[in-house]
């Protein structure tokens, strides 16, 4: 069966916030709240960075049944790997067992900050490899002993373990992710722009190194930008503090005023023309129709911005959500 998640982001939102819309989504109906992680935001000038782990804790405790993700955080150098099983185990016991945890080898912009090197994928995918092994040894109850070429343990243990298993999914936008995913992980987060082009890039090539190493096909969270505004001139309004998003060099930038600058040298109709506008219910519905028809995913995620997210919130519940799991249905 399909689950649907709503999409709360910390670079937009502050955490007091993305609470209010987490207890507002699970009314609404959703399943899942997708939470991202970040150290800094992709513009300087109207957005915000609160600290996701806490956040997801309060959300925790205003609501009773819809499940949590981050989406994502890197286990690789602002916290061990280790830190992170730690800090997924405290909040699967906060949530009464509801939280998924979700990785990625991340972005120059939170880790850059902070003193740490950002090298190329290459040694990214290492260290997701062998940080994937520590966290996954150690929610599922090992005293772990860990000599890696860039992590160790000694006879690390949670001492307040996770309710049950909890699922670690990784991001991928390419095969070579979607091939450490399939080996290591329990899912795919994967951001979808052309449905044929992520199952030829990320969900062909997962299915196939599961096959190889004798695994279930990983499940697949997909994800989708769409903007609801009236016209052009909302629409940017509402991207206001997603714009750095899609600005050249995203991957190494570090502060986000050079991110917010680059992006305002391009023409708004090249920004605008990188996310789905849509103005109504019948335009959403068909904008993550897709997701399930073609990328049969698992969870489908509404990552959505407006000039009004609590009213969003609601009528995706009243006039969205219906449909579309009467299309998955």
Not at 41 to 66: H, L, Q, Y
Not at 224 to 230: H, I, K, P, T
Not at 232 to 261: F, I, K, S, T, Y
Request: some cysteine; overall charge negative.
């Amino acid at each position: 069966m399909t689950e649907f998640a709503y999409f709360c982001g910390h670079e937009q939102w502050h955490p007091e916030q993305l609470v209010e819309h987490a207890r507002l989504a699970e009314q609404a109906g959703f399943d899942m709240l997708v939470v991202s992680e970040h150290f800094h935001p992709w513009v300087d000038d109207s957005s915000a960075a609160g600290f996701a782990w806490s956040t997801i804790g309060a959300m925790a405790a205003v609501t009773n049944k819809v499940a949590f993700a981050t989406g994502v955080t890197t286990p690789l150098w602002r916290y061990h790997p280790a830190v992170v099983a730690q800090a997924a185990a405290t909040l699967d016991r906060l949530s009464a067992g509801r939280f998924n945890l979700g990785v990625g080898t991340g972005e120059n912009i939170n880790e850059g900050p902070l003193g740490f090197k950002f090298p190329g994928y290459t040694e990214r995918a290492a260290r997701m490899s062998e940080a994937l092994q520590i966290m996954r040894r150690l929610l599922d109850g090992e005293k772990l002993t860990f000599g890696g070429d860039y992590y160790q343990t000694d006879r690390a243990k949670l001492y307040s373990p996770p309710l049950g298993p909890v699922p670690i999914w990784l991001a991928a936008g390419g095969p070579k992710s979607a091939a450490l995913a399939a080996r290591l992980a329990d899912g795919i987060i994967t951001s979808v722009k052309d449905p044929a082009t992520t199952n030829e890039r990320v969900l062909g090539p997962a299915r196939k190194a599961a096959d190889a190493v004798g695994r279930a096909a990983p499940r697949i969270l997909a994800t989708r930008w769409s903007v609801l505004a009236e016209n052009e001139d909302e629409a940017w309004q509402a991207l206001h503090p997603w714009r750095g998003l899609r600005a050249p060099g995203r991957l190494e930038a570090v502060d986000p005023a050079d991110l917010r600058e680059r992006a305002d040298l391009l023409p708004r109709e090249e920004v605008l023309g990188r996310y789905s506008i849509v103005s109504d219910s019948d335009q959403i519905v068909e904008t993550y129709r897709p997701l399930i028809e073609s990328c049969s995913a698992d969870v489908v995620t509404l990552q959505m911005t407006s000039m009004n997210q609590e009213s969003l919130i609601k009528m995706l519940g009243s006039e969205v959500l219906p449909r579309l799991r009467a299309i998955a249905a």
